[in-house]
């Protein structure tokens, strides 16, 4: 454990320092940027700086440490160290240099801390897990941190009853024979929902022998991550957003969405001009598939997508239900009804494109709860429906874990939290973090 967290520490100083000093030398190249000798004292303040953020001691809180959460905090410090340098340097009144400097430090340090953690992550060796608490849900959490991407794995579970203690194994002890035996890095703390005294005891277990401390906190199923600790005489108290978004809030996320569709359209339209004539020389049928789907309030729309399936394919649905894959939605792998064009277009997500239309017209958004058809939304019932508070996106929580693996009713629960949870970051780091797994074709 030790030389995992020295091998992630000393990668991202070195990162911090090559960016920094890269920052100031295009810089220097681009806009002129006046240097002097104290410069060279920048990366060495970078690190320092960083360090006392604390951003170079919490990699080995989580199981994946992803830098687009880390992002903001970058951006702010690069600010500040912005205005220090270009004062040193004469340039404090120019405001071009103050813009280049800022973006490019805030850029160089975002891509250099990503580039030392992905290179980290291939030399070290997995993260070994132990997961303790309810049955039912260390499976659950065995399963994913399998289908994840972070560089760990599930070794072995140890279940408890609830209000069953630590003592059943015999205190720390027993729990420390345990991780010695199985080469233990961390352990993942599942209890049960209703029992506090359990959790704090496996808690105390835990950190008394020594091995890095996961909890699943239920309780953010329900509430999202975006609270506020206060502390009121000794007893912490956890502030809740009231739900739905603000109508500010609102106007930001829509004018977000209307400026990323309409310059992906206009970047995209060549690409458009091939696909439409791919199509309509694959196969008979029109270009474009319109399919009604439920939108916010329970709207009714037409979402828009590149056809990729043959022209009777709706009518040829349930003749393959019984090949379906996936609860709560129609999923096939080798779909028959996919037109050769189709495959590639599915495989690239071109087929998509066309939903930029609906996101001016106001019916989607660029990131948001997956719009179900009527069939899968007439299943959402009671308090589920409020996932509907918000307009469905082209992307979201459900395509970055990847759409066609997640049931309806973990997708249900992932919209809930998107809506409680949303800010403009938010959105931002969903649709960054869509790129990479539609490349690596996941979820299709």
């Known amino acids: 454990m030790a030389r995992r967290e020295r091998a992630y520490r000393r990668a991202l100083v070195a990162a911090d320092a090559v960016a920094a000093s890269a920052a100031l030398l295009v810089s220097w190249f681009v806009v002129g940027l006046t240097l002097s000798p104290v410069h060279l004292l920048v990366p060495l303040a970078t690190v320092l700086a960083l360090e006392a953020g604390d951003l170079y001691d919490r990699d080995d809180l989580v199981l994946r440490r992803s830098t687009l959460d880390e992002a903001p905090s970058l951006l702010q410090f690069a600010a500040l160290a912005t205005i220090a340098a270009a004062a040193i340097g004469g340039s404090a009144l120019e405001p071009v240099v103050l813009v280049v400097l800022w973006l490019l430090l805030g850029l160089a340090l975002v891509l250099a801390r990503a580039a030392a953690r992905a290179i980290v992550r291939r030399t070290v060796k997995p993260e070994r897990c132990l997961v303790i608490g309810d049955a039912e849900l260390a499976t659950h959490v065995r399963s994913k941190v399998h289908a994840s991407r972070a560089r760990a794995e599930v070794i072995a579970t140890l279940p408890l009853a609830p209000h069953e203690t630590p003592s059943a194994f015999h205190g720390h002890l027993g729990l420390l024979a345990l991780v010695l035996e199985n080469d233990i890095d961390r352990v993942i703390l599942a209890p049960t929902a209703s029992d506090n005294r359990q ?34 005489d000794g007893v912490t108290m956890l502030g809740l957003r009231r739900f739905g978004l603000s109508t500010s809030a609102r106007s930001v996320k829509r004018a977000f969405d209307v400026t990323v569709a309409a310059v992906a359209l206009i970047a995209l339209a060549p690409v458009i001009v091939v696909v439409a004539i791919a199509v309509r020389l694959d196969s008979p049928g029109p270009i474009l598939f319109r399919q009604q789907r439920v939108g916010r309030g329970g709207r009714r729309f037409h979402m828009l997508k590149f056809r990729t399936m043959v022209q009777d394919a709706e009518q040829r649905k349930a003749a393959l239900a019984d090949r379906n894959e996936t609860d709560g939605f129609f999923k096939i792998t080798d779909d028959p009804r996919i037109t050769r064009t189709g495959r590639l277009l599915r495989k690239t997500s071109l087929d998509e494109i066309p939903q930029f239309l609906n996101v001016l017209r106001g019916e989607m958004s660029i990131v948001g709860p997956r719009p179900l058809i009527v069939d899968e939304d007439e299943r959402i019932v009671g308090l589920d429906r409020s996932r509907l508070h918000l307009t469905p996106g082209m992307t979201g929580p459900w395509q970055v874990l990847g759409s066609s693996r997640i049931p309806l009713t973990e997708m249900i629960s992932l919209d809930y939290v998107y809506v409680t949870s949303w800010s403009l970051w938010l959105d931002v780091k969903l649709l960054l973090r869509t790129f990479p797994h539609v490349v690596a074709r996941r979820g299709r």
């Open 199 to 232: 959790t704090l005891e496996l808690i105390r277990v835990a950190k008394a022998v020594g091995v890095r401390v996961s909890l699943l906190p239920r309780m953010l199923e329900v509430v999202g991550s975006s609270v506020d600790f206060e502390d009121v």
